[in-house]
Nanobody
Framework: QVQLVESGGGLVQPGGSLRPSCSASRSIFTLNAMAWYRQAPGKQRELVASINSGGSTNSADSVKGRFTISRDNAKNTVYLQMNSLKPEDTAVYYC????????WGQGTQVTVSS
């Protein structure tokens, strides 16, 4: 089992940047993949970006070129660097770990507004 804790969300103006992080309770090195999802009010949860054990990444078309997922195995932490933020990026961002099972964090709010 893995416990995940997200942090680093907040309020930012359009065009700004944030870097939420997801800290795991144990080593993420042996996990198949880590991912960030988001859920805006009234919408379904959607995949934002993922990174597998080999370091290969994937991201949604809506964030390509703006968001980058990375992992630090030594710190058991996954990051989501978010640049050029838009109001439509406003959502609760969740971290997910995929191993023998799937595990979710509690989420961190990101609000993009002037």
């Amino acid at each position: 089992q893995v416990q995940l804790v997200e942090s680093g969300g907040g309020l930012v103006q359009p065009g700004g940047s944030l870097r939420p992080s997801c800290s795991a309770s144990r080593s993420i090195f042996t996990l198949n993949a880590m991912a960030w999802y988001r859920q805006a009010p009234g919408k379904q949860r959607e995949l934002v970006a993922s990174i597998n054990s080999g370091g290969s990444t994937n991201s949604a078309d809506s964030v390509k070129g703006r968001f980058t997922i990375s992992r630090d195995n030594a710190k058991n932490t996954v990051y989501l660097q978010m640049n050029s933020l838009k109001p439509e990026d406003t959502a609760v961002y969740y971290c997910k770990a995929i191993g023998n099972g799937s595990y979710w964090g509690q989420g961190t709010q990101v609000t993009v507004s002037s």
